[in-house]
């Protein structure tokens, strides 16, 4: 049996809609580094880079805690990676991302690993 696996049928399989590739590029483009890290932390900390997840306000360690919980575990020590900050970032203003590219992208990636862990105690630590 073949199965198709594209971020087409993704999208597909929870009646999403096809988000323009390029108005994502645009958007990414235009994301700010000082923006988003200032939303995070309540104006705490101005670099994306090793963003840890004690600086986050209250709702975003919530956010965070929620995207370990159910999109995907992580193995972080409490830092978060630019590719969810800048997830959690476009969910909580309400931008638009290709959910089925995500998906697709990080499923790919998991299999490509010659060993996978999915540990996430650093988001359910308080």
Not at 8 to 25: T, Y
Not at 92 to 108: N, R, S
Request: glycine residues 4%; positive net charge; hydrophobic residues 45%.
């Amino acid at each position: 049996m073949e199965y198709k696996f594209s971020p087409a049928k993704i999208n597909a399989s929870f009646g999403l809609q096809l988000v323009d590739a390029r108005a994502l590029q645009v958007q990414i483009a235009s994301l700010i580094d000082d923006e988003v890290t200032s939303y995070l932390t309540n104006g705490q900390v101005k670099v994306l880079q090793s963003l840890p997840m004690s600086t986050f306000s209250e709702n975003c360690r919530k956010l965070f805690k929620f995207s370990c919980r159910n999109w995907s575990p992580t193995t972080s020590e409490g830092y978060a990676s630019i590719h969810r900050v800048l997830l959690m970032y476009r969910i909580a203003h309400k931008l638009a991302f290709d959910f089925g590219q995500m998906v697709y992208e990080h499923i790919v990636h998991l299999a490509l690993k010659v060993e996978a862990k999915f540990y996430s105690a650093a988001c359910f630590e308080t």
